[in-house]
């Protein structure tokens, strides 16, 4: 009986044409989905790389989409705090009728900052008509806390003792050239062999520690502003380079002239 009344059902079913055809269709759109999971079953099992691939292009796509919006979120804070970036009372090598000034937040410990400092050499020999300032942004211990205190230090006494920046810039590159921990048997080391005096500069330092430390706890702020998480981080107008790039400055410099 009930046999029957199946049959009954198919074939009252097949008599209505808009009924029928969505039943048909259902069944073909069922057949439809299991035949193309057969095959997208078959595909991977054929060809795991793809699939690899493919995830690996997919989250590319995502971290450039995210380092996109990251570079544009910090393009518009450094164009909040621009008084703060460009604040040539920092340690700074000013060029003038400059129109352009690159900043870098570095740490002395960081082994990117050391590579950095060598391209900036380059950079500054190429480019004589910008004003270069120096953030230090101690971030890797006392170490790092050490270099930054004296490095900044060092700049303000040949700036109140009104001695040229090529004293200063022989400091610093001899400063980031040290491979080790910087202490103040270091830094003594490298004031002795610029030929200045040891004894009346770290004497300076100690007179004006509350300044110095002021002017490097004013970086860790303005670098936490900036959202920014590791160093070195260079920048020209409201643009950034983060990490080792001298191809990323000088397009960013012939940009900004």
Same mark, same amino acid.
């Given at each position: 009986m009930r046999t029957f009344l199946l049959v009954l059902a198919l074939i009252a079913i097949? &008599?209505?044409p808009f009924v029928s055809n969505w039943y048909y269709g259902r069944v073909k759109d069922a057949y439809a989905v299991s035949q193309t999971e057969k095959i997208v079953?078959?595909?991977i099992q054929r060809n795991p790389e793809k699939i690899l691939e493919s995830v690996n292009q997919y989250r590319l796509a995502q971290f450039e989409e995210q380092q996109k919006q990251k570079e544009q979120e910090i393009n518009k804070l450094i164009a909040?705090?621009?008084s703060e970036v460009f604040d040539t009372n920092?340690? /700074?090598f000013v060029a003038k009728n400059a129109k352009t000034v690159l900043v870098e937040f570095f740490d002395a410990s960081c082994g990117y900052c050391k590579l950095a400092s060598q391209i900036l050499? =380059?950079?500054?020999?190429?480019?004589?008509n910008v004003t270069y300032t120096l953030r230090n942004l101690p971030i890797l211990g006392q170490s790092s806390l050490v270099a930054a205190k004296y490095d900044t230090g060092?700049?303000?006494?040949m700036k109140e003792k009104d001695i040229q920046n090529l004293k200063y810039s022989d400091f610093h590159s001899r400063l980031m050239a040290h491979d080790g921990v910087y202490t103040p048997e270091v830094i003594t080391k490298i004031l002795s062999e610029i030929d200045l005096d040891p004894q009346e500069v770290l004497k300076f330092v100690e007179q004006?520690? /509350?300044?110095?430390s002021a002017m490097i706890e004013a970086t860790i702020q303005l670098a936490q502003k900036l959202r920014l998480d590791g160093t070195p981080v260079f920048i020209v &107008?409201? =643009?950034i380079v983060q990490g080792v790039s001298e191809a990323g400055l000088r397009e960013m410099l012939e940009k900004a002239s």
């Open positions: 097949a &008599g209505f079953e078959e595909y909040q705090h621009k920092y340690p /700074s050499l =380059k950079i500054k020999r190429d480019y004589p060092v700049f303000l006494f004006n520690e /509350s300044e110095i &107008g409201d =643009k």
